[in-house]
């Protein structure tokens, strides 16, 4: 098991841009590491994805061209992040980051390993 905490959520405006991050207690070179997000009222979904190597790196069609993962296995303690650049009001959730040993996949049945969520809003 390792814990997850994510941090750097906020309130921007519309086309802004935020970074969060996704602090590991352990080193997580070899898990997955995958963002998903819950908006007001839906159905928690998956935003996007990094491999243990960083060499698998998924989206979905919504955040495509706008979001990009990245890792650093070089820290003390291995961060994720998500980079969100020209934010939308459709983009307003709780962003999650999940770790898994052996997924790959979007389904966030996948993952057992989960933070406690960072909120993001963005305004019109």
């Known amino acids: 098991q390792v814990q997850l905490v994510e941090s750097g959520g906020g309130l921007v405006q519309a086309g802004g841009s935020l970074r969060l991050s996704c602090v590991a207690s352990?080193?997580?070179?070899?898990?997955?590491v995958a963002w998903f997000r819950q908006g007001p009222g839906k159905e928690r979904e998956f935003v996007g994805l990094?491999?243990?190597?960083?060499?698998?790196?998924?989206?979905a069609d919504s955040v495509k061209g706008r979001f990009t993962i990245s890792r650093d296995n070089a820290r003390t303690q291995d961060t994720v992040y998500l980079q969100m650049n020209s934010l939308n009001p459709e983009d307003t959730a709780v962003y999650y980051c999940?770790?898994?040993?052996?997924?790959?996949?979007?389904?966030?049945?996948?993952?057992?390993?989960w933070g406690q969520g960072t909120q993001v809003t963005v305004s019109s």
């Open positions: 352990a080193r997580t070179f070899r898990y997955h």
């Open positions: 990094i491999s243990g190597s960083g060499a698998i790196i998924d989206y």
């Open positions: 999940a770790a898994s040993t052996w997924s790959t996949s979007r389904v966030m049945e996948t993952y057992d390993n």
